[in-house]
T-cell receptor, first 111, second 116 residues
């Protein structure tokens, strides 16, 4: 059972376009993290959101945690080829410090 | 600070052979994880250590996989004997947890295992 559903699974767009990827669950998380993974490397933490309704911005990336802490979104403005990668969301539910991982959204930005 | 170190980066073995992976976490990170990632999928937890004790190994195929974390620092993951379906990237991660909050994982670059 996939507790965190990411959509879309794959997205290919032109440089300069905007996009949003989603991370949804029926479970409540105490916090949610977004990672980006490039080919041949491990995932790299982008952001952690903790409070329901929280919005965090990282340059052209905007992360939002749902009010009920069950879902999250990542919006990229004016995408660039350097944004290409696998975007993973991961939710924390309890104090054993494990993360529940989504399957990822593979993003390709074409120049 | 130095990142999570993993070796080797690549390994090709024949089925039924054995293989071992090594991980050195970030200094001071008590929690260490081994993940298996199949191409195009999210990471799957194999085992979680807290210092040198196992917290969760429920998804570790114990008939062929083993892991240890000596002295609560470095860790090794072994597969013996390997099967074709073990072909994947094996990621090691460590995390700083304090006050009940996980500040995020730092991953190594992984070991890409190909079983032929």
């Amino acid at each position: 059972t996939q507790l965190l559903e990411q959509s879309p699974q794959f997205l290919s767009i032109q440089e300069g376009e905007n996009l949003t990827v989603y991370c949804n669950s029926s479970s409540v998380f105490s916090s949610l993290q977004w990672y980006r993974q490039e080919p041949g490397e491990g995932p790299v933490l982008l952001v952690t959101v903790v409070t329901g309704g929280e919005v965090k911005k990282l340059k052209r990336l905007t992360f939002q945690f749902g009010d009920a802490r069950k879902d999250s979104s990542l919006h990229i403005t004016a995408a660039q080829p350097g944004d290409t990668g696998l975007y993973l969301c991961a939710g924390a539910r309890d104090s054993n410090y494990q993360l529940i991982w989504g399957a990822g959204t593979k993003l390709i930005i074409k120049p | 600070e130095a990142g999570v170190a993993q070796s080797p980066r690549y390994k090709i073995i024949e089925k039924r052979q054995s293989v071992a992976f090594w991980c050195n976490p970030i200094s001071g990170h008590a929690t260490l994880y081994w993940y298996q990632q199949i191409l195009g999928q999210g990471p799957k937890l194999l085992i979680q250590f807290q210092n040198n004790g196992v917290v969760d190994d429920s998804q570790l195929p114990k008939d062929r996989f083993s892991a240890e974390r000596l002295k609560g620092v470095d860790s090794t993951l072994k597969i013996q004997p390997a099967k074709l379906e073990d072909s994947a990237v094996y990621l090691c991660a460590s995390s700083l947890v304090t006050g009940g909050f996980n500040y995020g994982y730092t991953f190594g670059s992984g070991t890409r295992l190909t079983v032929v």
